[in-house]
């Protein structure tokens, strides 16, 4: 029986979910396990709005299933901005400010959302620093990369 000492852990399907997604990857099975206390599940019906343009940022949106669209105050259709699938995120600044949504995010389908709330990250900074470095490094790079490719289609704009 010594040996069943050294066989690894099962991990809850929950928690596999979790460190599938980009901003938890790196996340060790503790420190999933800690993560796992902080977000929360919601389902969405189709069209039913996630939060408004102008609407104080409180939280980072994940979506688990379905899809979400976000878009134009209103206009999910002619206002389009993006739509995003499972594993993709959304609403992310809020984490670093409480500044204003700059558009509408609203359900395109039934989804469901894994919600991690900023006063939970604040609550990570001061409590678990190693696993909110770890969250804001994955969300740096995200960053990162969003403003590389801005930066691309302004090149591109310029020369057209």
Not at 24 to 37: C, R, S
Request: one cysteine or more.
């Amino acid at each position: 029986m010594v040996l069943g000492l050294f066989r690894p852990k099962s991990v809850a399907p929950r928690l596999e979910r979790i460190r599938s997604l980009f901003l938890f990857v790196d996340l060790t099975p503790g420190e999933l396990a800690i993560v796992d206390g902080l977000v929360h599940e919601r389902p969405f019906l189709k069209d039913e709005v996630i939060f408004d343009e102008g609407d104080d940022g409180q939280a980072i949106y994940i979506v688990l299933e379905g899809e979400v669209v976000i878009c134009r105050q209103g206009r999910p259709d002619d206002g389009r901005l993006a739509l995003l699938g499972p594993g993709t995120f959304f609403g992310e600044l809020a984490l670093l400010d409480q500044g204003p949504r700059a558009a509408q995010a609203r359900a395109a389908s039934d989804c469901r959302l894994l919600v991690l709330f900023r006063e939970d990250f604040m609550s990570l900074l001061d409590t678990q620093a190693r696993i909110a470095s770890k969250v804001g490094r994955q969300l740096a790079r995200h960053l990162g990369q969003r403003m590389r490719v801005m930066a691309r289609t302004a090149e591109t704009c310029q020369h057209l």
